[in-house]
């Protein structure tokens, strides 16, 4: 008798990525189902002709005919929008920015969609991600995963699974998390796959690409506002950054230096209006419709309670920049945590506070009340509710929301 093959269900969702994922795997002998999830279908505020899951569907549904694998339809919508999309909307009342990417993976695709495939049989799951997984025998007999960056610099999604945990990890497979993009989209091509040429998704994850303040307008009420134009000279942008970079720094100073400027209109002058503050986010430039100024104006903080938003002119505003973070405790995740820092320890790592930018270096620092982070130099656009994730190396090691 045949030995049973290891059942390995991809998340296939229209695109080229696991399209070839799910053809690396079946030329590698494994049992390979295709499994498509639905996970939104409301069309409010999604730009138009943007990520439809019906096209998404048919093209999965030919890219599994053409491959011979057996293809299954699984409705998520649920879930996603209780796990992912009411998180969107409380962050952002609360004038934090989310990711819904990281707790997609987290919530959703590694979580109810994992458990759809293991309904189905599956011994693992694999995505399209351009990431990779390593395993580790410790000298206790255990087994540690770790999630390292993908091969291809410029389509390294690591951060995007920033949050999974060991259990996630061991059902995990990347099988183009070695290969580069161009090299995906040739093997498509090769195989004459309909997802060859199409675009990448873009915008939020399994919504799409959306005029936000409509998206959000479904649960958050637009009120107007002022905007206040902050000058780069104000005495808040004045601090003294040199006791993050002490060698033992107090948690007090840390504390300190990791809140956000105290901006107040005192500060500045009122240079026009918006319609809801918790619309915006740190860095923003597009949406405010102010001109007239030598230079671009950008958001450079928010004070929902009072409705209001400060901006500073030029790129290199000082309230653009900071030196140091902060992840609350409860928030801190560690990948593998036999590796956690424990409190008063201080370690190097490189950090990442978005997608695609370079990894900065900097000292985490773990106290009681959290984990600080110091940057070799001042990064622009830290913003609460964010993640930023840290890697030793290419391996990411640990990550959580900023604080502030």
Not at 38 to 53: A, H
Not at 218 to 237: H, T
Request: aromatic fraction near 10%.
């Amino acid at each position: 008798m045949d030995e049973k093959k290891t059942r390995v269900v991809v998340g296939l969702s229209g695109g080229v990525d696991s399209s070839v994922a799910a053809y690396v795997l079946r030329e590698q002998g494994y049992d390979v189902v295709g499994l498509f999830m639905r996970n939104w279908t409301d069309t409010t505020g999604v730009l138009k002709g943007d990520c439809p899951w019906m096209d998404d569907k048919f093209d999965a549904e030919a890219v599994a005919r053409k491959l011979g694998i057996p293809f299954e339809f699984v409705d998520l919508s649920e879930d996603y929008h209780r796990r992912v999309v009411d998180y969107m909307f409380a962050e952002y009342a609360a004038g934090r920015t989310p990711n819904p990417d990281v707790l997609c993976n987290r919530e959703i695709k590694f979580d109810s969609f994992l458990k759809a495939a293991q309904s189905l049989g599956a011994d693992f799951v694999a995505t399209g991600h351009y990431c990779r997984k390593s395993t580790t025998t410790n000298a206790d007999g255990s087994v540690s995963y770790g999630l390292l960056a993908g091969t291809d610099d410029n389509k390294d999604q690591s951060y995007f699974l920033c949050q999974l945990n060991q259990e996630q990890l061991s059902k995990a497979m990347f099988p183009i998390g070695d290969m580069t993009k161009p090299e995906v989209r040739e093997i498509a091509t090769r195989l004459n796959l309909v997802t060859a040429h199409k675009k990448d998704s873009q915008g939020i994850c399994f919504v799409g690409k959306v005029d936000l303040p409509v998206f959000l307008q479904q649960k958050l009420k637009a009120k107007e506002g002022k905007v206040f134009l902050i000058k780069p000279d104000a005495e808040i942008f004045s601090r003294d950054w040199s006791p993050a970079y002490a060698e033992n720094p107090s948690t007090e100073a840390l504390e300190s230096l990791a809140l956000p400027y105290p901006l107040h209109p005192k500060w500045g002058e009122k240079v026009g209006t918006h319609q809801g503050a918790q619309f915006y986010t740190i860095g923003q430039r597009k949406g405010l419709f102010i001109g007239g100024f030598p230079e671009p104006l950008f958001v450079i903080g928010t004070n929902i309670e009072h409705n209001q938003i400060f901006v500073g002119m030029g790129d290199n505003h000082p309230g653009l920049h900071r030196n140091v973070l902060k992840i609350m405790a409860n928030d801190v995740h560690w990948l593998k945590p036999e590796k956690a820092m424990q409190i008063g320890e201080s370690r190097r790592f490189s950090c990442r506070i978005r997608y695609r930018q370079p990894l900065q270096g900097g000292r985490a620092i773990m106290t009681e009340s959290g984990l600080f982070f110091v940057f070799d130099v001042a990064q622009r656009g830290i913003t609460p509710g964010q993640f930023a994730a840290l890697y030793d190396g290419d391996e990411i090691m640990c990550s959580g929301p900023i604080a502030y």
